[in-house]
C-alpha cells in the first residue's frame, strides 16, 4: 500500500492533492487500486470530490490531460514527454498530451533579484546595463528576461523559478513510488511501463533543472556546426551562468512561428533543407541532436540562415542506434522483411506476444512500403505505422529512439510549413547512406572484430577463476537458485491472508464456546470475569475477521 511505500510524511499532504485531482477527474477507482484513499483516511484527510462536473463527460485521454494541467508543472513536463511516447499511447491520446503547454505566470522580478544577486556573485546592476524586469515568457521551471552587458551585447537571462527543486523532488519521489505500486496492483497497466516512463522522466527532468548542463549541450552542438555558417546556436555566457542562470546571447530573428511573415529575402525551400539537413547530421552523423525543435525553438536570420535555441532537452543515438535506423529504411525499399523485423525486436526488447503473428504484420508492413524508392518514402506516415504496430503488440521503444521518432516528425511538419513538397526522406537518404558505409567500412569491421575478439579472451581467461569460484561456494553450502514467479508469490499473499482469516475466525469461535461455559459454571466472580473477557476479545476479533473481508473485497 502507498502508506508503507511513503515511508516519510513530508509527501502525506502532496498525496492527497493528488488523489482529490485523481477523484474530480473520475479515477477514483485508480486511487482505490493504487491504496492512496487508504492511505489518506488512516492520516485522518478527507478527499474533497467535488469537481468540474463535465469532468466525467469528456473522453479518457482528455480527462487525463486535464487532470495534468491542474497537478502542475511536474506533471505538465510528464505529460509532455508521454507525447513523445506513440509506441506506448494510442494516436488520440498524443493529440491530448500535445495540448500540453508549459506555461506560468511570471514571478515578480523583485521575488527573484536575490536569487539572481547570488548567482552573478553581485547586483545585477553591476553586471549589465540594461536589464528588462518584465520578462519575456515565463515556464513551469524558468522565466526568460532581456538584459544588455556594459559592452552593449543584447543577451538574454534564463532564471529558474525560486524554490522549484524541492517541489519537483517531491513530485518525482511520489511518481517513483506510484509507479512502483501500479506494476505491482494493477496488471492492466503494465504494459506501459510506468517505471521505465518515470526514470526517463525524472532524468530528463533533473536535467533540465540544471541550465549549466543546457549550456553545455549548447556548445557541443555549436562546435559540431563550427564549419556551418547558415546554423546558429547562441553563444554562452559562462561567466554568469550556473545551475540556475544561463546567460546566452539574444537571437535577433523571426520566430519559427511566425513562418507568415517571412519576406521576400527568405528562400523557404533553401530554409527548410538547411533545417533538415541540420537535425538529420545532429542525430545520424553526431549522435547528439536537440530532442524538441519545435516552432518555438527555432528562428530565421538573414542569408537564409537558421538559429536554435533551448537545448533543455536533447537525446542520443550511439552508433549502433544510428545503423538500426538506416537498416530499417533500406529493409523496407529492398522488401526485407526478416532485417525490418530483426530491427524491430532488437529495438522493442522482444515480443511479449504472438511472434508468428508479429512477423505476419511486418510482412504486410513491408509490402506496403514494397518499390517505394528511399526518397520517396513518407517518414511520417512510416514511423506512425511503426510506432503502431509496435503498441498493437505490447512491444515499446527505448527512449532515444521515441526521442528520434518525434523529432523526426516535428521536422516534418517545420519543412513542410516552409515548403508544401518538403520532402525528409529525400534529405535523409545522403546520410543513412553514409552511415551505411560508414559501418561496412573496413577499418569499423576491423575494430569491431578486434574488441570481439578481446572480450572472448578475456572472458575464456576468467572461466577457470569463475568456476573455481562457483566450486567454493557450492562446498561451503552457500550455493542458492531463486526463481521469482510473480503470480506465484501473489498467490502466496493470498493464501497467507486467508490462513490468518481462518485462524482468527478459529480462535474467536474457541473464544466463544469457552466464555459461554465459563459463564455457566457458578464458581465465584473470577470466572464470570474471565469469561466476560473472552466475550470481549471474541467481538474484536470477529470484527477483525470481517474489517479485512471487506477490505479484501474492495
Same mark, same amino acid.
Given at each position: 500500500m502507498l502508506w508503507?511505500?511513503?515511508? #516519510?510524511?513530508?509527501?502525506?499532504?502532496?498525496?492527497?492533492?493528488?488523489?482529490?485531482?485523481?477523484?474530480?477527474?473520475?479515477?477514483?477507482?485508480?486511487?482505490?487500486?493504487?491504496?492512496m484513499a487508504n492511505a489518506l483516511e488512516r492520516a485522518g484527510k478527507a478527499l474533497h470530490l467535488k469537481g468540474p462536473p463535465h469532468a466525467v463527460r469528456l473522453e479518457p485521454a482528455e480527462r487525463v490531460r486535464q487532470a495534468l494541467?491542474?497537478?502542475?508543472?511536474?506533471?505538465?513536463?510528464?505529460?509532455?514527454?508521454?507525447? /513523445?511516447?506513440?509506441?506506448?499511447?494510442?494516436?488520440?491520446?498524443?493529440?491530448?498530451?500535445?495540448?500540453?503547454?508549459?506555461?506560468?505566470? #511570471?514571478?515578480? &522580478?523583485? $521575488?527573484?533579484?536575490?536569487?539572481?544577486a547570488e548567482d552573478l556573485g553581485e547586483a545585477p546592476e553591476a553586471v549589465f546595463a540594461e536589464l528588462d524586469t518584465l520578462p519575456l515568457a515565463a515556464a513551469s521551471l524558468a522565466q526568460v528576461h532581456r538584459a544588455r552587458l556594459a559592452d552593449g551585447t543584447p543577451v538574454v537571462l534564463k532564471v529558474r523559478r525560486p524554490g522549484i527543486r524541492p517541489v519537483i523532488e517531491a513530485d518525482l519521489r511520489l511518481l517513483g513510488r506510484l509507479a512502483e505500486i501500479m506494476e505491482a496492483e494493477a496488471p492492466d497497466l503494465r504494459r506501459y511501463r510506468p517505471r521505465e516512463v518515470v526514470r526517463e522522466f525524472a532524468h530528463s527532468l533533473r536535467r533540465e533543472l540544471d541550465f549549466s548542463a543546457e549550456g553545455r549541450n549548447a556548445e557541443?552542438?555549436? $562546435?559540431? &556546426?563550427?564549419?556551418?555558417?547558415?546554423?546558429?546556436?547562441?553563444?554562452?555566457?559562462?561567466?554568469? /551562468?550556473?545551475?540556475?542562470?544561463?546567460?546566452?546571447?539574444?537571437?535577433?530573428?523571426?520566430?519559427?512561428?511566425?513562418?507568415?511573415?517571412l519576406g521576400a529575402g527568405f528562400d523557404r525551400r533553401l530554409l527548410a533543407r538547411r533545417g533538415a539537413d541540420a537535425v538529420l547530421k545532429m542525430m545520424l552523423e553526431d549522435g547528439f541532436f536537440h530532442a524538441d525543435p519545435h516552432q518555438g525553438n527555432v528562428f530565421y536570420l538573414p542569408d537564409n540562415r537558421l538559429a536554435f535555441i533551448d537545448f533543455g532537452m536533447v537525446g542520443r543515438l550511439p552508433e549502433v542506434r544510428r545503423y538500426e535506423v538506416a537498416q530499417l529504411m533500406h529493409g523496407l525499399v529492398d522488401r526485407d522483411a526478416g532485417a525490418?523485423?530483426?530491427?524491430?525486436?532488437?529495438?522493442?526488447?522482444? $515480443?511479449?506476444?504472438?511472434?508468428?503473428?508479429?512477423? $505476419?504484420?511486418?510482412?504486410? &508492413?513491408?509490402?506496403?512500403?514494397h518499390g517505394v524508392a528511399l526518397k520517396e518514402l513518407d517518414f511520417g506516415a512510416m514511423l506512425g505505422d511503426v510506432v503502431t504496430m509496435l503498441r498493437e503488440h505490447g512491444l515499446a521503444l527505448p527512449p532515444d529512439l521515441a526521442l528520434m521518432i518525434k523529432a523526426f516528425i516535428t521536422?516534418?511538419?517545420?519543412?513542410?510549413?516552409?515548403?508544401?513538397?518538403?520532402?525528409?526522406?529525400?534529405?535523409?537518404?545522403?546520410?543513412?547512406?553514409?552511415?551505411?558505409?560508414a559501418h561496412h567500412a573496413p577499418a569499423a569491421i576491423a575494430g569491431r572484430g578486434w574488441r570481439g575478439l578481446v572480450a572472448a579472451v578475456d572472458m575464456l581467461a576468467g572461466l577457470p577463476r569463475d568456476f573455481g569460484r562457483l566450486l567454493r561456494t557450492a562446498r561451503r553450502g552457500s550455493l542458492r537458485v531463486e526463481v521469482d514467479v510473480p503470480p506465484l508469490k501473489a498467490f502466496g499473499e493470498r493464501l497467507d491472508r486467508a490462513a490468518s482469516?481462518? /485462524?482468527?475466525?478459529?480462535?474467536?469461535?474457541?473464544?466463544?464456546?469457552?466464555?459461554?461455559?465459563?459463564?455457566?459454571?457458578?464458581?465465584?466472580?473470577?470466572?464470570?470475569?474471565?469469561?466476560?473477557?473472552?466475550?470481549?476479545? #471474541?467481538?474484536?476479533?470477529?470484527?477483525?475477521?470481517?474489517?479485512?473481508?471487506?477490505?479484501?473485497?474492495?
Open positions: 508503507e511505500a511513503l515511508g #516519510a510524511a513530508r509527501d502525506l499532504g502532496r498525496v492527497h492533492d493528488i488523489a482529490a485531482v485523481l477523484i474530480r477527474y473520475g479515477f477514483g477507482d485508480l486511487v482505490q487500486r493504487l491504496g494541467e491542474e497537478l502542475g508543472p511536474t506533471f505538465v513536463k510528464l505529460g509532455q514527454i508521454l507525447a /513523445t511516447r506513440a509506441d506506448l499511447f494510442p494516436p488520440e491520446w498524443i493529440v491530448e498530451f500535445g495540448k500540453l503547454q508549459d506555461a506560468a505566470p #511570471a514571478v515578480p &522580478f523583485d $521575488a527573484i533579484r536575490a536569487q539572481i557541443r552542438i555549436a $562546435a559540431s &556546426f563550427a564549419d556551418h555558417p547558415e546554423i546558429v546556436v547562441p553563444r554562452i555566457h559562462w561567466q554568469w /551562468t550556473g545551475e540556475r542562470l544561463n546567460v546566452q546571447d539574444w537571437i535577433d530573428g523571426i520566430p519559427g512561428r511566425s513562418v507568415a511573415v525490418v523485423a530483426e530491427v524491430l525486436l532488437n529495438w522493442s526488447g522482444g $515480443a511479449d506476444g504472438d511472434g508468428d503473428a508479429l512477423h $505476419a504484420e511486418i510482412e504486410r &508492413f513491408v509490402d506496403d512500403y521536422l516534418e511538419g517545420l519543412g513542410r510549413q516552409l515548403d508544401p513538397d518538403f520532402d525528409i526522406a529525400g534529405e535523409a537518404a545522403p546520410f543513412l547512406k553514409k552511415v551505411l558505409l482469516r481462518l /485462524t482468527m475466525g478459529i480462535v474467536t469461535a474457541a473464544l466463544i464456546v469457552g466464555s459461554s461455559i465459563a459463564l455457566t459454571v457458578d464458581r465465584g466472580d473470577s470466572v464470570s470475569l474471565i469469561g466476560l473477557f473472552g466475550f470481549v476479545g #471474541a467481538v474484536l476479533g470477529g470484527l477483525w475477521v470481517l474489517v479485512s473481508v471487506w477490505r479484501g473485497g474492495r
